[in-house]
């Protein structure tokens, strides 16, 4: 059977996904959501133009990790969603020091970036039900560090994106990873 995936073409192997997902959201009562990247502040993980799948309520918004990319609202700020990544979860202090982000005193592994970050070293403390977000691009996201409140407040968060489903040859699929 897992021999038979791996001879599928692309595009049936994005039907196969697509399947799985709705299978899977249906049988754990969580939505299937989809969208679509708009900007580049999440390069070079998700592109502008790439299409996307999100899991969404109860589990997955429920038991969101470190360094899972979310869609959500940011009310104060946007009248849209917004896809980021989580760094700085609830009670944590996150650090900017010459580039490099530090949680609770420790520096953060962040394989998934392409290029060091330019900007001013800056703390902050996450408060409860909160969550300090920023995109992979780094230089050219408008993230947590740029808003009038740096926290998405847990009931904003919409869904956690799993399944990059477009273009078809980039197909990827996001797990939770624990990174130190």
């Not at 692309?10 to 708009?38: E, F």
């Not at 998700?46 to 969404?56: I, N």
């Not at 009248?79 to 982000?101: F, Q, T, W």
Request: charged share 20%; net charge negative; proline share 4%.
């Amino acid at each position: 059977m897992l021999s038979d995936y791996f001879s599928m073409t692309n595009k049936k192997k994005t039907i196969c996904i697509i399947i799985v997902l709705i299978v899977c959201g249906i049988y754990s009562k969580t939505a299937v959501l989809y969208g679509k990247i708009q900007s580049e502040s999440m390069e070079p993980t998700l592109k502008v133009g790439a299409w996307y799948v999100a899991t969404s309520l109860p589990f997955a918004v429920d038991h969101i990790s470190r360094q899972d990319i979310v869609y959500f609202m940011q009310p104060e700020e946007f009248d849209e969603m917004l896809v980021k990544r989580v760094i700085g979860m609830p009670g944590e202090h996150v650090s900017i020091r010459h580039g490099m982000v530090y949680i609770n005193g420790s520096r953060l592994n962040e394989p998934y970036l392409m290029e060091d970050m330019v900007c001013e070293d800056v703390d902050y403390t996450v408060p409860d039900d909160c969550y300090f977000m920023m995109g992979d691009n780094r230089n050219a996201s408008y993230d947590s560090r740029n808003w009038k409140n740096p926290y998405v407040n847990k009931d904003n968060i919409v869904g956690v994106v799993r399944v990059q489903i477009y273009p078809i040859d980039q197909i990827h699929v996001f797990s939770s990873i624990t990174y130190q």
